[in-house]
């Protein structure tokens, strides 16, 4: 009895965030600005990879290549992804953490960066998180194929899902070898046909017009920009102006630089991660913590690149990632409307991506050391004395005290 009222709770519960949701959406788009977003606002603002093509040709030719068409039904394709996201993050939750079932769920579909960025502008960030949650829906549910079938969709709509790749590939490998209901060489084999196949269907449309050239070029303007956008870079690039710098930094914030010197940590860093993974949990948290470190560390920054490390962390149990991913989001929706009010700035970066890192280090810090010194005084034990030693030791009544011998 207490099952049903609890699963019919749940379903309530579902179908009000899942009605909210919808209505917020059709809000958003019904807004005086959404109608203002141009093609190019939609096709020129994001990193995109040759999935995100197809699904705006299919658009188009359902459209009859009408513009205003084309966006309005890529703007319902996106409300549609964000409510599909927000019930994969409802059945994707329980097996990770049942108390934040709730609360997860509701942070991700009323997120205001994600309503008013994801589905105004139609970012490919949305499709990204939801071939990422259908990964970890197979996962959970030891389907290692359909899984690595998404994360491979995910990679192919995201150039920077290559860098989360070989984490989640280590993850289906391991699981491969040491479970018994696969056959890592028929798993193996799977795999590398699956993945040549997707490879082959998302390029060939476009392989005579790129080439090889074309797909190194993609990848470079992707991983190494040249040009630096409301980032940390931007803001180093302006203190010359104000402080002299030493010539190899002057050096070092050229976006080229930077951005080679940010994927060799972020490459270190993934090194480290594929040694000592050996489960889901750890491979989000790794994954999320790249995602982190190429937010902060990217030449370019964009307010809808922390909807995919919120989406992580809300996967995992670390509750100080989740409290970082929070930050970002509160100034990101700081960093939108400075662009919405063409209010920008060259030290944009430094509070929308490093006072967030440093108010969490700090809080961090200060919940680190509050901790240690409870865990000290629960450790203490009193100081005690000779006579308080001797009190220990209380005299018995008299009553109770056995009866002396008799001479004899």
């Not at 020129?44 to 459209?63: E, F, K, N, Q, V």
């Not at 050096?251 to 951005?259: A, D, G, M, N, R």
Request: hydrophobic share 55%.
């Amino acid at each position: 009895m207490q099952q049903r009222l609890s699963s019919k709770k749940n379903c309530t519960i579902l179908v009000l965030i899942v009605a909210f949701t919808l209505c917020f959406g059709l809000i958003i788009l019904c807004l005086p600005g959404a109608t203002e977003v141009t093609s190019q606002d939609v096709f020129l603002s994001g990193r995109y990879g040759p999935i995100w093509l197809d699904i705006s040709h299919i658009i188009m030719a359902c459209t009859g290549g009408n513009a205003a068409l084309t966006l309005a039904g890529l703007r319902w394709l996106a409300l549609l992804t964000h409510v599909a996201n927000a019930l994969l993050l409802w059945s994707i939750l329980p097996k990770i953490r049942l108390q934040r079932r709730i609360a997860g769920t509701l942070l991700y579909a009323w997120n205001p960066v994600v309503l008013l960025i994801g589905i105004t502008y139609i970012h490919t960030e949305l499709i990204t998180v939801f071939f990422i949650l259908l990964t970890l829906l197979f996962l959970q549910r030891d389907a290692l194929l359909a899984a690595w079938i998404f994360i491979v969709l995910a990679a192919l709509i995201n150039p920077f899902c290559l860098l989360i790749l070989p984490l989640f590939l280590r993850l289906i490998v391991k699981r491969a070898h040491y479970g018994h209901t696969h056959d890592p060489r028929r798993l193996w084999l799977s795999m590398v046909i699956t993945a040549l196949f997707l490879l082959l269907v998302a390029y060939g449309p476009y392989w005579q017009a790129w080439g090889i050239s074309g797909f190194m070029a993609s990848l470079e303007t992707t991983f190494i920009p040249h040009n630096a956008l409301a980032s940390l870079d931007a803001a180093m690039l302006a203190l010359p102006r104000l402080l002299p710098l030493s010539p190899f930094m002057l050096w070092l914030i050229v976006p080229q630089h930077w951005s080679t010197y940010a994927l060799v940590l972020v490459g270190l860093f993934l090194l480290f991660s594929l040694w000592f993974i050996n489960n889901l949990e750890l491979t989000l948290l790794c994954s999320c913590w790249v995602c982190l470190l190429l937010l902060l560390l990217t030449p370019i920054y964009c307010p809808w690149y922390t909807i995919l490390p919120l989406t992580l962390a809300l996967c995992t149990r670390n509750k100080h990632t989740f409290r970082l991913t929070v930050l970002l989001q509160v100034a990101a929706l700081f960093s939108y409307y400075c662009d919405l009010w063409h209010a920008s700035w060259a030290g944009q970066g430094l509070v929308a991506v490093l006072l967030p890192f440093l108010i969490w280090g700090w809080l961090l810090f200060f919940s680190a050391t509050w901790q240690i010194a409870q865990m000290a005084q629960a450790n203490e034990k009193p100081s005690r004395g000779r006579w308080s030693r001797l009190s220990e030791f209380s005299r018995p009544p008299w009553l109770s005290r056995p009866p002396r011998p008799q001479r004899y």
